[in-house]
Nanobody
Framework: QVQLVESGGGLVQAGGSLRLSCAASGRTLSSYIVGWFRQAPGKEREFVAHITWNGDSTYYTDSVKGRFTISRDNAKNTVYLQMNNLKPEDTAVYYC????????????WGKGTLVTVSS
Protein backbone atom coordinates (compact mmCIF):
# COMPACT_ATOMS: atom_id res chain seq x y z
CA GLN A 1 0.00 0.00 0.00
CA VAL A 2 1.23 3.48 -0.87
CA GLN A 3 0.07 6.64 0.86
CA LEU A 4 0.52 9.92 -0.98
CA VAL A 5 0.30 13.35 0.62
CA GLU A 6 0.41 16.56 -1.39
CA SER A 7 1.52 19.91 -0.03
CA GLY A 8 2.60 23.31 -1.24
CA GLY A 9 -0.63 24.70 -2.60
CA GLY A 10 -1.82 28.20 -1.89
CA LEU A 11 -2.81 31.56 -3.30
CA VAL A 12 -0.49 33.23 -5.78
CA GLN A 13 -0.78 36.07 -8.25
CA ALA A 14 -0.64 35.46 -11.96
CA GLY A 15 2.95 35.16 -13.08
CA GLY A 16 4.03 33.76 -9.74
CA SER A 17 5.41 30.37 -8.79
CA LEU A 18 4.61 27.50 -6.48
CA ARG A 19 6.24 24.16 -5.82
CA LEU A 20 4.03 21.23 -4.98
CA SER A 21 5.32 18.18 -3.17
CA CYS A 22 4.01 14.63 -3.17
CA ALA A 23 5.41 12.60 -0.31
CA ALA A 24 5.00 8.85 -0.40
CA SER A 25 4.97 6.41 2.49
CA GLY A 26 4.23 2.75 2.89
CA ARG A 27 6.62 1.60 0.20
CA THR A 28 9.20 3.01 -2.12
CA LEU A 29 8.06 4.47 -5.41
CA SER A 30 11.02 2.95 -7.25
CA SER A 31 8.82 0.86 -9.54
CA TYR A 32 6.04 3.40 -10.03
CA ILE A 33 5.22 6.15 -12.45
CA VAL A 34 4.07 9.20 -10.50
CA GLY A 35 1.76 11.73 -12.04
CA TRP A 36 0.18 15.04 -11.22
CA PHE A 37 -3.42 15.74 -12.09
CA ARG A 38 -5.68 18.72 -11.47
CA GLN A 39 -9.36 19.42 -11.23
CA ALA A 40 -10.70 22.91 -11.68
CA PRO A 41 -14.11 23.94 -10.31
CA GLY A 42 -16.85 22.52 -12.47
CA LYS A 43 -14.44 20.60 -14.69
CA GLU A 44 -13.21 17.05 -14.99
CA ARG A 45 -9.88 16.01 -13.59
CA GLU A 46 -7.08 16.30 -16.14
CA PHE A 47 -3.57 14.97 -16.48
CA VAL A 48 -0.76 17.46 -15.92
CA ALA A 49 2.56 15.58 -15.93
CA HIS A 50 4.24 12.35 -15.01
CA ILE A 51 7.70 11.05 -14.23
CA THR A 52 9.12 7.56 -14.28
CA TRP A 53 10.84 6.99 -10.98
CA ASN A 54 13.92 5.21 -12.22
CA GLY A 55 13.93 6.15 -15.88
CA ASP A 56 13.95 9.87 -15.32
CA SER A 57 11.55 10.33 -18.23
CA THR A 58 8.91 13.03 -18.04
CA TYR A 59 5.78 13.96 -19.95
CA TYR A 60 3.59 17.08 -19.81
CA THR A 61 0.25 18.15 -21.09
CA ASP A 62 0.60 20.88 -23.70
CA SER A 63 -0.89 23.67 -21.57
CA VAL A 64 1.89 23.46 -18.98
CA LYS A 65 4.91 22.72 -21.17
CA GLY A 66 7.66 25.23 -20.57
CA ARG A 67 6.08 26.43 -17.32
CA PHE A 68 5.87 23.33 -15.10
CA THR A 69 8.66 20.93 -14.21
CA ILE A 70 8.19 17.56 -12.55
CA SER A 71 11.09 16.06 -10.63
CA ARG A 72 11.77 13.53 -7.91
CA ASP A 73 14.03 12.99 -4.92
CA ASN A 74 14.48 9.27 -4.47
CA ALA A 75 16.08 9.64 -1.07
CA LYS A 76 13.01 11.46 0.21
CA ASN A 77 10.50 9.31 -1.71
CA THR A 78 9.01 12.57 -2.93
CA VAL A 79 7.93 13.97 -6.29
CA TYR A 80 7.72 17.69 -6.97
CA LEU A 81 5.88 19.91 -9.39
CA GLN A 82 7.52 23.27 -9.91
CA MET A 83 4.98 25.66 -11.39
CA ASN A 84 6.20 28.93 -12.88
CA ASN A 85 4.42 31.73 -14.71
CA LEU A 86 1.14 30.63 -13.21
CA LYS A 87 -2.09 31.67 -14.90
CA PRO A 88 -5.61 32.01 -13.51
CA GLU A 89 -6.60 28.96 -15.57
CA ASP A 90 -4.15 26.89 -13.52
CA THR A 91 -6.45 27.29 -10.52
CA ALA A 92 -7.44 23.80 -9.41
CA VAL A 93 -7.01 21.11 -6.82
CA TYR A 94 -3.80 19.29 -7.68
CA TYR A 95 -3.47 15.58 -7.01
CA CYS A 96 -0.54 13.24 -7.23
CA UNK A 97 -1.03 9.61 -8.11
CA UNK A 98 1.08 6.52 -8.66
CA UNK A 99 0.78 3.55 -10.98
CA UNK A 100 2.85 0.49 -11.64
CA UNK A 101 5.28 0.89 -14.52
CA UNK A 102 3.33 -1.30 -16.94
CA UNK A 103 -0.15 -0.43 -15.76
CA UNK A 104 -2.46 2.06 -17.42
CA UNK A 105 -4.40 2.80 -14.25
CA UNK A 106 -3.27 5.01 -11.40
CA UNK A 107 -3.78 2.96 -8.28
CA UNK A 108 -2.83 5.32 -5.49
CA TRP A 109 -4.05 8.88 -5.07
CA GLY A 110 -3.46 11.68 -2.65
CA LYS A 111 -6.20 13.93 -1.32
CA GLY A 112 -5.06 16.98 -3.21
CA THR A 113 -3.80 20.48 -2.55
CA LEU A 114 -5.54 23.65 -3.72
CA VAL A 115 -3.79 26.11 -5.99
CA THR A 116 -5.48 29.45 -6.57
CA VAL A 117 -4.05 31.91 -9.07
CA SER A 118 -5.44 35.43 -8.93
CA SER A 119 -5.42 37.76 -11.91
Amino acid sequence: QVQLVESGGGLVQAGGSLRLSCAASGRTLSSYIVGWFRQAPGKEREFVAHITWNGDSTYYTDSVKGRFTISRDNAKNTVYLQMNNLKPEDTAVYYCAARAMFSSAYTYWGKGTLVTVSS
